[in-house]
T-cell receptor, first 113, second 116 residues
Framework: AQSVTQPDIHITVSEGASLELRCNYSYGATPYLFWYVQSPGQGLQLLLKYFSGDTLVQGIKGFEAEFKRSQSSFNLRKPSVHWSDAAEYFCAVGYTGGFKTIFGAGTRLFVKA | DAGVTQSPTHLIKTRGQQVTLRCSPKSGHDTVSWYQQALGQGPQFIFQYYEEEERQRGNFPDRFSGHQFPNYSSELNVNALLLGDSALYLC???????????????FGPGTRLTVL
């Protein structure tokens, strides 16, 4: 069955430090991968997506993610974290033709001064 | 260009009651999906509507039903509410673009439902 695993429930980083959030997926075909961010009490905002092509994708707010088929991973990175990045981050996988999107359980990011 | 909108923002109901949540998709989108997000969890797919029909359904009971109107807006109905139905209900809209193999879902702010 298709699934998304985010191994870290929460992560704390210092402002200005680099960030990497892990995501592993299980999907039988070509994966369509997404990262969303959710601030408290808010909906989900799309950070970036991978459909095909270059395995390093750039997103909004200075985020990037790298698709590694051999590791079934799609980790999210940011070189320098800002306090406003504190939020919940969700990795997700989509299906060919649209239909549902499967989400991981999320990683909550805390940023300390 | 308005994004996805949902109403109401918050709702409080008691067990056994029925509730209707509403969603207007992003301009140009023809597909609406509904998700339930319990506290501390990721969104769980309820169902998706396209061309006014339910196209796919997640693992939710028949108490959860929906509708899509000709203008692509949608409603989610939940009957016989249970305490466990308390959650943030998210609507997402999308449209499969020509040449792309899948769509990108854009989410609304959600409706917070509390069942007492």
């Amino acid at each position: 069955a298709q699934s998304v695993t985010q191994p870290d429930i929460h992560i704390t980083v210092s402002e200005g430090a680099s960030l990497e959030l892990r995501c592993n997926y299980s999907y039988g075909a070509t994966p369509y991968l997404f990262w969303y961010v959710q601030s408290p009490g808010q909906g989900l905002q799309l950070l970036l997506k991978y459909f095909s092509g270059d395995t390093l994708v750039q997103g909004i707010k200075g985020f990037e993610a790298e698709f590694k088929r051999s590791q079934s991973s799609f980790n999210l990175r940011k070189p320098s974290v800002h306090w406003s990045d504190a939020a919940e981050y969700f990795c997700a996988v989509g299906y060919t033709g649209g239909f549902k999107t499967i989400f991981g359980a999320g990683t909550r990011l805390f940023v300390k001064a | 260009d308005a994004g996805v909108t949902q109403s109401p923002t918050h709702l409080i109901k008691t067990r056994g009651q029925q509730v209707t949540l509403r969603c207007s998709p992003k301009s140009g989108h023809d597909t609406v999906s509904w998700y339930q997000q319990a506290l501390g969890q990721g969104p769980q797919f309820i169902f998706q509507y396209y061309e006014e029909e339910e196209r796919q359904r997640g693992n939710f009971p028949d108490r959860f039903s929906g509708h899509q109107f000709p203008n692509y807006s949608s409603e989610l109905n939940v009957n016989a509410l249970l305490l466990g139905d308390s959650a943030l209900y998210l609507c997402a809209s999308s449209s499969l673009r020509q040449g792309e193999s899948t769509d990108t879902q854009y989410f609304g702010p959600g409706t917070r439902l509390t069942v007492l």
